[in-house]
């Protein structure tokens, strides 16, 4: 049984953050959830994807965001509690169902949980969606720990049931990846069976009732706001006429750093969970009772306006302030010593951040920037590409996913970048405004389902002329290794499944020169991507071959590792060109580490001197 199943009230976990959550849901009676996968939130997924196959949950894995959160507006509107999970920036994917959902609201408990990504980690941008809660007018619930993360859920999930409207449950990624002891609790049996009502005067958005919806969803606005100045989440610790406001993780380093300088008598910390709509009666009374006011929070200054706005309503005269020069910075996460230190400054307090270590002495640590994995068939593709386009004045349209890594040298085939999808859409336009360029463009199987193809659409309405490559692997791998639509899910022992042909959906478009190729297969991709680009108008490349590490986890047959013989004349073409992790060097010489060689023979086949040859079998 998964351990998150485990009906054991009072039992004590160590849980990851992501885990957490996903038992809170449990714990919660969540009967439906749906994602697209991404980083911070993608252990979410993970486990509502392996619980579901051992009880009644039913979870999906969506082409993207916006239909995530469309299908669990669905089950949520037909009475059953359901939960969508993305990423910071998948918000923006699905924003125009959200924006309209909140006027529409809900008749089961629905948490759209967003795991912000501070210092982006594994991001395009470290956007602050608690902005998205002010937006939409939903209310928005923070944890402050892993424990915490976990008791919020079910919280979430009755607020939403009370307002009839969905949650936002913003977390990050110090939230997300960290672990803690984590209590279990009941769980509440999910409602599985739904039963969608009709009311289209109330569920169908044309204007006239667009209009009798959003007076709704101001007067549920109050009601949430109301039920922020109750919260338990929203509380007041420690004494004194200095003030401090945080959320989230903040919280923690704010009441260490308290601690630490001895001011538990002269500072009191007021900790938002309910962080919108936020509490003006509570906020402008901790207020009263302070002669100044530091506002702790990363990211964006979400409540240092407001605070700052409630103040000015009340006539109070004192300094509150957060982000400002010599204090804290809109940028990145934040740290204890950051915080301590800012604490201090702003308070006039004696304390000298600790001093760094000399480390004068140490050699510098070595580089290792992210790569392409040994035997990724990404960077065969690469290799053709640029071997097919070499003269040519190109542009490389890139996308998101592990391909992404393709803009380091000696690869260097990515040249603009913007979000999901992107790579067919800006093809367009380079190609209209750089005619005497060849634009050339990369996507994986994941994305080209998850936006790729309105771009490609736009491409061949609009007679573009660029190709795209779209890099199959059968899986998305950069978040773990999730199905799409394109898997073949038989190969994880799942069945009831579609599967949709990218080559069938290419052709449907109306792409009239489509070609698939094997990326190991050296000279037959070069000639075939040579053919592809000179095609005039929208042409796509489907580049097929597993993703080397999905292959393994599959235990599918492995290729002998290759080796390099006495024939090397050292020229080092090989490294030059493919830059495998699996080659190193030892006395000068070029080797291959057999230990990470997939033998995809990519090496081989551009060698020379034909050096690099298949490991032999032990006598």
Request: net charge neutral; aromatic share 8%; proline share 6%.
């Amino acid at each position: 049984m998964h351990k998150l199943l485990t009906e054991n009230p009072g039992e004590k976990m160590i849980l990851l953050g992501n885990e957490a959550i996903a038992r809170g849901a449990i714990e919660a009676g969540v009967a439906f959830a749906s994602t697209y996968p991404g980083t911070p939130s993608s252990e979410i997924s993970l486990n509502f994807f392996q619980m579901a196959q051992e009880s009644d949950l039913y979870f999906e894995y969506s082409s993207n965001e916006k239909i995530a959160m469309e299908v669990a507006a669905a089950a949520a509107n037909s009475g059953v509690r359901s939960m969508c999970v993305m990423k910071h920036v998948g918000v923006n994917v699905a924003a125009d169902a959200l924006m309209t959902l909140a006027y529409v609201g809900v008749k089961g408990g629905m948490v759209i949980l967003s795991a912000d990504d501070p210092f982006m980690f594994s991001s395009q941008n470290e956007q602050d969606n608690r902005y998205y809660a002010k937006l939409s007018g939903l209310p928005l619930i923070e944890p402050s720990s892993v424990a915490e993360a976990k008791e919020l859920i079910p919280y979430a999930f009755d607020i939403s049931e009370k307002l009839q409207e969905p949650v936002l449950f913003r977390t990050t990624t110090r939230i997300n990846h960290s672990t803690g002891v984590v209590t279990l609790g009941k769980i509440r049996k999910p409602v599985t069976k739904g039963n969608f009502t009709k009311d289209p005067l109330n569920l169908v958005v044309v204007p006239a009732v667009a209009r009798n919806l959003h007076v709704k969803l101001l007067k549920n606005y109050d009601a949430a706001r109301e039920l922020a100045e109750k919260s338990e989440h929203n509380f007041i610790t420690g004494s004194g006429d200095l003030g401090i406001i945080c959320n989230g993780v903040s919280y923690n380093y704010v009441s260490d750093a308290v601690k630490d300088l001895g001011i538990e008598e002269n500072v009191r910390v007021l900790r938002m969970g309910f962080s919108h709509p936020l509490p003006p009666k509570l906020i402008k009374g901790f207020l009263k009772e302070c002669q100044k006011v530091l506002i702790v929070e990363e990211g964006e200054p979400y409540m240092e306006e407001a605070v700052k706005a409630m103040a000015q309503e009340e006539g109070l005269v004192l300094p509150i302030n957060g982000k400002k020069e010599g204090l804290f910075t809109r940028l990145y996460e934040y740290n204890p010593v950051q915080v301590k230190t800012c604490i201090a400054t702003y308070f006039d307090l004696d304390y000298s951040p600790p001093e760094l270590p000399n480390l004068s002495d140490v050699p510098p640590v070595p580089q290792r920037p992210p790569t392409l994995c040994a035997g990724c068939s990404h960077r065969a593709t690469y290799l053709e590409v640029k071997k097919a386009t070499q003269g040519m004045d190109t542009i490389f349209p890139s996308d998101i996913g592990c391909y992404t890594l393709g803009l380091l040298p000696p690869l260097s085939a990515a040249d603009f970048l913007i979000c999901m999808g992107s790579s067919a859409g800006t093809s367009g336009g380079f190609s209209k405004v750089n005619p005497d360029k060849k634009v050339i463009a990369f996507i994986g199987d994941s994305t080209f389902f998850h936006s790729g193809i309105p771009g490609l659409i736009n491409g061949v309405y609009n007679n573009h002329n660029f190709t795209l490559v779209i890099l199959d692997n059968g899986t998305t791998a950069m978040t773990g290794h999730q199905p799409h639509p394109g898997v073949d899910m038989e190969r994880i022992n799942m069945s009831g499944y579609g599967r949709v042909s990218i080559e069938k959906v290419v052709r449907a478009i109306g792409v009239e020169h489509v070609t698939t190729i094997k990326p190991y297969k050296v000279k037959k991709s070069v000639e075939a991507i040579k053919e592809s680009i000179n095609h005039k108008g929208v042409s796509v490349i489907i580049s097929e071959e597993i993703c080397a590490l999905y292959a393994n986890a599959l235990k599918l047959p492995k290729h002998k590792p290759f080796n390099i013989t006495d024939k090397c004349k050292n020229h080092r073409t090989c490294i030059d060109s493919l830059a495998c992790p699996a080659f190193y060097i030892w006395n000068d010489r070029v080797k291959i580490d057999a230990n990470l060689c997939t033998g995809c023979a990519v090496c081989a086949q551009i060698c020379p001197e034909n050096a690099i040859l298949p490991v032999k079998a032990k006598a």
